[in-house]
């Protein structure tokens, strides 16, 4: 069974960054498609960026395009991502997931997210 573990979060000032993490364990990390969703409170989960196998493509939500940053360490077993600029409406518990295969319709495994707090 494959596990996924999310840390980095935190309590940052508007305009600054932090660096999220996710380590897997318990399945062979190079073969998942990557993504980080996100659920700010009274709404529903989000999509937030996804990186593919072999970090070939990545593929971000419009609302963090060009502030974050995904990538991956096949070699460490662990997705990133990299949050500058970081607003306020970014607050949100940040998941990271993994598909199964390239093919899977739906994201297979979930980590049990990491709040991220931007202040004002």
């Known amino acids: 069974q494959v596990r996924l573990v999310e840390s980095g979060g935190g309590l940052v000032q508007a305009g600054g960054s932090l660096r999220l993490s996710c380590a897997a364990s318990?399945?062979?990390?190079?073969?998942?498609?990557m993504a980080w969703f996100r659920q700010a409170p009274g709404k529903e989960r989000e999509f937030a960026a996804s990186i593919t196998r072999g970090a070939i493509y990545t593929n971000y939500a419009d609302s963090v395009k060009g502030r974050f940053t995904i990538s991956r360490d096949d070699a460490k077993n662990t997705a990133y991502l990299q949050m500058n600029s970081l607003k306020p409406e970014d607050t949100a518990v940040y998941y990271c997931a993994a598909k199964q295969s390239s093919t899977s319709a739906t994201y297979d495994y979930w980590g049990q997210g990491t709040q991220v707090t931007v202040s004002s």
């Open positions: 318990g399945g062979t990390f190079s073969r998942y498609p």
